[in-house]
C-alpha cells in the first residue's frame, strides 16, 4: 500500500512522551481514515531532557520542554506538537494555537513507597521536585524532608528502588500511558488536587495552518478543552510558574464547570483555598478565582506569582 505523509508530529523523546506520540497517531489515523504510515513521529530532544541535576524550576522552567519543538513548529519542520499540557507555559507564542486536547486520562497522582500520605514514617526522606507536591505534603506532614528529585518516570522509579528517597509521586495519567499499572497508591483527587491540566495532553500548531488545525480538530476532546482552558486561565489569573505551589481540580456538574484551586507557601505552611462555579468557556472566571486566592494570601505568598489581580 503507498501512504503519504500527512502530518508530521513533532514530540519530545522520553518514553512518555512517545507514548502520548504514539496516542495521537491512533487517534488521528482512526478519525481520518489513514495507516499508520501518514503521521509522522518526529522526536526532538528537549533542553529539559538534557538536563536532569537540578529541579526545573532553577534551571529555565517550563519553557525548557517546548523551546526546540517550538522552533521546529515555527520553522515548519513540523505540522504540530504533541504536548504534556501540565507542563506547557500559560502564555504562548500568539503564532501558535491549541488544535487539539485529547481525553483527559486519570487526574491523580500516585504516592509511591508508602500506602498513604499519613503512613510515611516520620521524619522520611520524599522525593519531589515538583513545588506544589512538596507545598501540599509539607502542608499534611511538615515533619517530613523533601529532597529533589528529577528525571523520567523510570528514572525516578529507579531513584526510589535505590534509596534516594522513601516515597515520591508520580502521575497516575504518566503511569497508566507506560502500562505501569498496580504500581504506588492512588491519592483522591479531591483530598489531594492535581496540578492545573494534569493528565492532558494538547497537540499545538501554527494558528495560520488551517489545514492542519482541521485535522486536529476532528481529535479534539471538548469537555477536556474546556476544563484545560480553565485551568489554564486560573494559571493566567495567578501568573503562576514552575516555581508557584497551585493545585486545582475541575469537575462538571450540570453542564457547568467546578473549579476548586489552593495556593501555597513554599513551605506548606499557608493554604488558601478557594472554588468558582461557571460556564464552559467563561475564562473571566477562573481568572476572578485567581484574583480571590491572591487577594487573601499574605504577602510572602503572592510574592511566589506573578498576579495581574
Ligand atoms: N512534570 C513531568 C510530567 N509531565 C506530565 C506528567 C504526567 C502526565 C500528565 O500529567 O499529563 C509528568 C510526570 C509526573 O508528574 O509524574
Known amino acids: 500500500m503507498t501512504s503519504t505523509t500527512q502530518i508530521r508530529l513533532g514530540t519530545r523523546r522520553s518514553p512518555l512522551a512517545m507514548a502520548q506520540a504514539v496516542e495521537t497517531r491512533s487517534r488521528l489515523c482512526a478519525a481520518h481514515g489513514w495507516d499508520e504510515s501518514a503521521v509522522e513521529l518526529v522526536p526532538v530532544i528537549a533542553s529539559g531532557d538534557k538536563i536532569q541535576d537540578r529541579p526545573l524550576a532553577d534551571i529555565g522552567g517550563k519553557a525548557l520542554w517546548t523551546r526546540e519543538l517550538d522552533n521546529w513548529l515555527d520553522e515548519g519542520r513540523i505540522d504540530a506538537a504533541v504536548h504534556s499540557m501540565k507542563d506547557v507555559e500559560t502564555l504562548r507564542p500568539a ?93 483522591d483527587p479531591e483530598e489531594w488536587l492535581p496540578a492545573p491540566a494534569q493528565a492532558a495532553i494538547g497537540i499545538e500548531c501554527r494558528a495560520a495552518d488551517d489545514r492542519t488545525c482541521d485535522l486536529l480538530a476532528a481529535i479534539d476532546d471538548k469537555p477536556s478543552h474546556e476544563e484545560v482552558l480553565a485551568e489554564r486561565a486560573l494559571l493566567e489569573g495567578l501568573g503562576g510558574t514552575c516555581h508557584s505551589p497551585i493545585a486545582a481540580l475541575t469537575r462538571r456538574e450540570g453542564g457547568k464547570l467546578r473549579l476548586t484551586a489552593t495556593i501555597y507557601s513554599a513551605d506548606g505552611a499557608i493554604r488558601i483555598s478557594d472554588e468558582a462555579m461557571f460556564e464552559p468557556g467563561d475564562l473571566d472566571a477562573p481568572r476572578q478565582l485567581a484574583a480571590r486566592l491572591l487577594d487573601k494570601a499574605p504577602t510572602h505568598v503572592s510574592a511566589l506569582f506573578g498576579g495581574q489581580a
Open 95 to 187: 503564532e501558535f494555537a491549541i488544535g487539539a486536547i485529547l481525553p483527559r486520562a486519570d487526574k491523580a497522582d500516585m504516592l509511591l513507597g508508602a500506602a498513604s500520605i499519613a503512613a510515611i514514617p516520620r521524619g522520611a526522606r520524599v522525593g519531589t521536585s515538583a513545588p506544589r507536591r512538596a507545598a501540599q505534603l509539607l502542608n499534611a506532614r511538615p515533619d517530613l524532608e523533601v529532597v529533589g528529585i528529577r528525571g523520567n518516570v523510570a528514572t525516578r522509579m529507579a531513584k526510589l528502588q535505590a534509596g534516594e528517597a522513601d516515597a515520591t509521586f508520580l502521575a497516575a495519567a504518566g503511569l497508566e500511558r507506560l502500562g505501569e499499572t498496580g504500581v504506588g497508591t492512588r491519592l
